[in-house]
């Protein structure tokens, strides 16, 4: 459901009546355990439209389409522009795809809680997942040509967005390139700490069983790490595992 509602952005301005659910007769029966999985080959948006009162939102809220012109081809992780203040306008919300290797722009030009068009402000890369906006640059990870973890920064991107344009990789920037270079479990997801102004990237581990702990770089899999962008550096601060139950270990935090 994550690779949905990275596109359907739910708005709570104000209680909304019960949905009824109108089930289509083109919908698939097994909609309800395979719409996370949204193609847009596959799919279309009256069948996406019939589909949202399967999602019950509590009292109060009420879910709908926040770009209704087309589909966005598997989008995995969504941020939102910091400059985005203005109850006006515009909203800038980018999101990014793995199997595009594309990161979109949905612009908001009046702020009124649909997005009214879509842009292609990122091409190209190797699978950008994780991403966070921060002092109007754009942050996404993925990998580099040699095939490294790395972070890259697009500095400016809002006005590309706002333009309609396509952000030139010349411009981009590396952050780092010191994540492991290792693809299962390897996409990362990445946020800025409001405190400390660090950016924190999750590591996952390179298989399901492993005996190896760390990178030949030395990084620690199944680990959260921060990274200063100003300069780069990284800091293991969290690792633990999940899914053991009762079995569950403390977790460790590096201070």
Excluded at 9 to 29: G, I, N, R, W
Aim: glycine share 8%.
């Amino acid at each position: 459901m994550r690779r949905l509602l990275a596109v359907l952005l739910a708005a709570a301005v104000a209680a909304a009546p019960a949905l009824a659910v109108v089930v289509d007769a083109e919908m698939p029966p097994d909609v309800a355990a395979r719409w996370s999985t949204l193609d847009p080959t596959k799919w279309s948006l009256p069948q996406l439209q019939s589909a949202l009162p399967l999602l019950r939102p509590p009292p109060g809220f009420a879910v709908g389409l926040y770009f209704n012109a087309s589909l966005v081809d598997n989008a995995r992780s969504l941020a939102v522009s910091g400059a985005s203040k203005h109850p006006g306008g515009p909203i800038i919300s980018y999101v990014s795809s793995t199997k595009a290797n594309k990161t979109y722009a949905l612009v908001d030009s009046d702020g009124d809680g649909s997005a009214d068009s879509l842009t292609v402000v990122l091409d190209g890369l190797d699978t950008p997942q994780g991403m966070d906006w921060h002092d109007g640059d754009l942050y996404v990870t993925g990998w580099d040509e040699a095939g490294r973890g790395i972070v890259w920064r697009a500095r400016g991107i809002d006005s590309y967005a706002l333009a309609g344009r396509r952000f030139p990789n010349s411009k981009l920037e590396v952050v780092t390139n010191r994540l492991p270079s290792a693809r299962w479990h390897g996409a990362r997801y990445a946020r800025f700490s409001p405190d400390d102004g660090l950016l924190y990237v999750s590591v996952g581990a390179p298989c399901n069983v492993c005996p190896e702990d760390r990178s030949p770089q030395g990084i620690v899999y199944s680990t959260i790490y921060t990274i200063n962008t100003t300069n780069g550096d990284l800091n293991l601060f969290a690792r633990g595992r999940d899914s053991m139950g009762d079995d569950l270990p403390d977790d460790k935090l590096q201070m």
